[in-house]
């Protein structure tokens, strides 16, 4: 799959209509970013990253991203009372 022309420069772009983000480095047919740009929903993140489209509350395409859900992974499996002692 080639890189949308207006993504050129960008390696994540979001979905607005489903708060996804796909890896445009990684993508397969199933992130369908063709549509995506025809729909002109899309979202891009300064900076770009992973983090910063999770900031802005889009969850990981799995089968770009490699990654389930939408939890930092930084944050994942830690459980409260380690998160409260942080604070």
Do not use: W
């Not at 993504?7 to 397969?28: C, I, M, P, W």
Request: glycine share 10%.
């Amino acid at each position: 799959m080639s890189r949308p022309t207006r993504f050129e420069h960008n390696q994540y772009v979001g979905d607005k209509r489903s708060r996804v983000v796909h890896d445009l480095d990684a993508a397969t047919d199933a992130c369908r970013i063709d549509d995506l740009m025809a729909s002109e929903q899309f979202a891009a993140f300064g900076p770009d990253s992973l983090a910063e489209a999770r900031n802005r509350g889009y969850r990981p395409h799995p089968p770009c991203t490699g990654q389930k859900g939408g939890g930092s992974p930084a944050v994942a499996g830690r459980t409260g009372a380690e998160s409260d002692s942080d604070q």
